[in-house]
């Protein structure tokens, strides 16, 4: 009896094992099939899209509806923004979101 219980255990185990390997080796292959790219205007080389990992302070990031915002960035315009924060706040709708007013940067400080 007992030798049967710890034979399903060891089977058991090593069944979970092969699915988790599978499935491990099936996400990576999706993620790198994958390719996350962002709308940027940059200063001389006008609106194109490039890689998320290449984006630098100072570009500008152009959202259209369904995007993922690619970084944290400030709203610098906004027309009918709704944001899905399902992922981080388990809300299953969108919200409107209002842009706040934005003051100029002051002179003189450090960047």
């Known amino acids: 009896m007992t030798a049967g219980i710890i034979l399903l255990m060891v089977v058991s185990g090593l069944i979970r094992y092969v699915h988790d390997s599978r499935s491990s080796h099936a996400a990576t ?41 690619p970084a944290d960035c400030k709203l610098l315009e906004s027309r009918d923004l709704r944001i899905a924060r399902g992922r981080s706040l388990a809300k299953a709708c969108p919200c409107a979101r209002m842009l706040p007013p934005c003051s100029p940067p002051a002179t003189g400080t450090p960047r």
Not at 56 to 66: A, K, M, P, Y
């Open 29 to 69: 292959a999706l993620a790198t099939m994958v390719s996350t790219t962002a709308t940027v205007r940059r200063v001389g080389a006008g609106e194109r899209q490039i890689p998320s990992e290449e984006l630098v302070v100072g570009d500008i990031v152009t959202l259209s509806v369904g995007d993922t915002v």
